[in-house]
């Protein structure tokens, strides 16, 4: 199974004819560009870590796991290289168990998604969210506020749980 990559820009000196700009974040399923497109230029520079990371390679330089390179126009762009690939099945699990607790509330939502909001798209009022916000604490272990889960959608909800699991370890 292929890895997944999240590419950020980290620094932008000067000019960038693809229009880079700092904080510009990427997702790569593996050694797949991503939709949307990608400069050729960058992707030729980018590859060979991506190949080495996507195979079970490790740089020896990195003690983060993350990897920094440059383009290939005399490293105007810099980029960030992390794997993602645990964070993404995490997420999924997360989201799927989200997704349980509300089908187990008997809430119809129809296909939900990560920007499905819970009470706008859901419908969920003050005492169903009471319940949801018991519910998540006793699947995941965390401490959630009610504060926290007012205006999230599930993705956020989702993050928002994965970074306190993690917190917790």
Excluded: W
């Excluded at 187990?104 to 798209?121: A, R, S, V």
């Amino acid at each position: 199974m292929p890895k997944v990559f999240k590419i950020t820009i980290e620094k932008v000196n000067g000019f960038c004819m693809y229009g880079f700009n700092e904080g510009d974040e990427f997702k790569f399923d593996g050694l797949n560009t991503p939709q949307g497109g990608f400069c050729g230029g960058a992707y030729h520079s980018i590859f060979p870590y991506l190949t080495m990371l996507n195979f079970g390679g490790k740089f020896p330089s990195s003690t983060t796991g993350e990897v920094i390179a440059t383009c290939a126009d005399q490293g105007k762009v810099i980029f960030k290289i992390a794997d993602i690939s645990e964070r993404e099945e995490d997420e999924m699990n997360t989201f799927i168990k989200i997704k349980d607790i509300i089908s187990n509330m008997g809430i119809e939502g129809g296909e939900l998604k990560l920007q499905t909001n819970l009470t706008e798209d859901l419908g969920l009022d003050s005492t169903e969210m009471v319940e949801f916000l018991v519910s998540v604490e006793k699947t995941f272990g965390v401490k959630v506020s009610a504060s926290q889960l007012e205006a999230g959608n599930i993705g956020e909800i989702v993050r928002l749980v994965d970074e306190n699991a993690a917190s917790n370890n």
